[in-house]
């Protein structure tokens, strides 16, 4: 092997490794109408999870697969898992996944099966676990509702139950643990309609949701 030719393989076998090293993070942000952006005027500039993008930066490929009314709930009127937004977000194999799933489930005639919400909850993780990525995961605990929510969604479900049934759903299968209650629980001024955030509400999202990426929790 001439040097010159010795040479040139190092050369393209650098530029292919730098390729690969450049890879972007991929983050699949998974939710309901919260995700989805329903309320900031302008979802695909001003959701949360394309706010979240900004703040991630280039190193991260991240993509919203928010519908609206999704439940957590396999048995609820929209269950997350049987629709094609699901389907899609798992093709796009993720390396980290956010789900925000918990608010619809809210509602009385879903939270009627509240006794399977955690057995549903566990299922989809290790779902995602088995994806070939074996992605990050992190589970959140829904921002709160305020009376009269519409909807039919629950602001009691969502701060009395929700919240500590999701902090021990992330115990238990050592996921990442998201409290978006906490940073809107004083910005009712920020949600209009008393359950969506506007694009200043989702700017709050995206900045604790980066908050938790960046620190691995």
Known sequence: MTRRLFLLLITVSALMGSA???????VACLGDSITEGYGTGDPAHKSYPTQLAVLLGDGYDTRNFGVGGATLLDIGDKPYRSLPTFAQACAFQPDIIVIGLGTNDSKPFNWQYRDRFVANYVSLIRQLRELPTHPRIFICQPMPAWP???????????ERELQPMIADIARAEKVGLIDLFTPMR??????PDHVHPDARG??????????????GR
């Open 20 to 26: 690969v090293s450049a890879a972007p993070i991929r």
């Open 148 to 158: 009269p929510s519409g909807w039919s969604i629950s602001p009691e479900v969502i």
């Open 186 to 191: 004083d910005h009712h001024d920020l949600t």
């Open 202 to 215: 989702a700017a709050v999202l995206a900045q604790t949701v980066a908050a938790a990426i960046e620190a």
